[in-house]
């Protein structure tokens, strides 16, 4: 089973607005991360977040951590239409050993020229 | 050159056939992973392998084997293909001297079996 679920499935919104994700998980984890995939493609990183941090930047992307209630958000500021892509979550399992990254199904973002 | 390299790109194939998709890799990574990618259901990790003799089932390894040839290399085999098996298969990377675990992904084989 899926651990990452992100809300929503599909966004659109005009080149210059903001963009939020949002993504609910089931079990202690280590990170957090927010990969991008554009249509058809391999998936890229964008940022890693810590289960001791609440907050990260990187460029027009913050992304937010609350292991209380067990959710992240990605925000893009200023949103271009090469951001036009689907995010994904992927979430490092909590324990020892091999850190499993479990994917969630993505949100699809499409910017509006 | 890409890092991740996936071979082939697009592959038809009919019931019943034996398929192998390809990954190498430049990154130097010990560990390697197949993904298939499915509308609707995300990534499920189907095989990872830390080295070349480490390899474990992922979570939908049934009606699929892999071999890990060199650290570089990691196919991914359908000994029967069958039409449920249409999809998209990713091959990623990973190294364990970091304990972040980023993966990075090839380009994708989009498999049809008819």
């Known amino acids: 089973s899926q651990q990452g679920e992100e809300d929503p499935q599909a966004l659109s919104i005009q080149e210059g607005e903001n963009a939020t994700m949002n993504c609910s998980y089931k079990?202690?984890?280590?990170?957090l991360q927010w990969y991008r995939q554009n249509s058809g493609r391999g998936l890229v990183h964008l940022i890693l977040i810590r289960s001791n941090e609440r907050e990260k930047h990187s460029g027009r992307l913050r992304v937010t951590l609350d292991t209380s209630k067990k959710s992240s958000s990605l925000l893009i500021t200023a949103s271009r239409a090469a951001d036009t892509a689907s995010y994904f979550c992927a979430t490092g399992g909590g324990g020892g050993g091999y850190q499993k990254v479990t994917f969630g199904i993505g949100t699809k973002l499409q910017v509006i020229p | 050159d890409a890092d991740v390299t996936q071979t082939p790109r697009n592959r038809i194939t009919k019931t019943g056939k034996r398929i192998m998709l390809e990954c190498s890799q430049t990154k130097g990574h010990d560990r390697m992973y197949w993904y298939r990618q499915d509308p609707g259901l995300g990534l499920r990790l189907i095989y990872y392998s830390f080295d070349v003799k480490d390899i474990n089932k992922g979570e939908i390894s049934d009606g699929y084997s892999v071999s890990r040839q060199a650290q570089a290399k990691f196919s991914l085999s359908l000994e029967s293909a069958i039409p449920n098996q249409t999809a998209l298969y990713f091959c990623?990377?990973?190294?364990?001297?970091?304990?972040?675990?980023?993966?990075?992904f090839g380009a994708g084989t989009r498999l049809s079996v008819l």
């Open positions: 990623a990377t990973s190294d364990s001297a970091s304990a972040k675990n980023i993966q990075y």
């Open positions: 079990t202690s984890i280590n990170n």
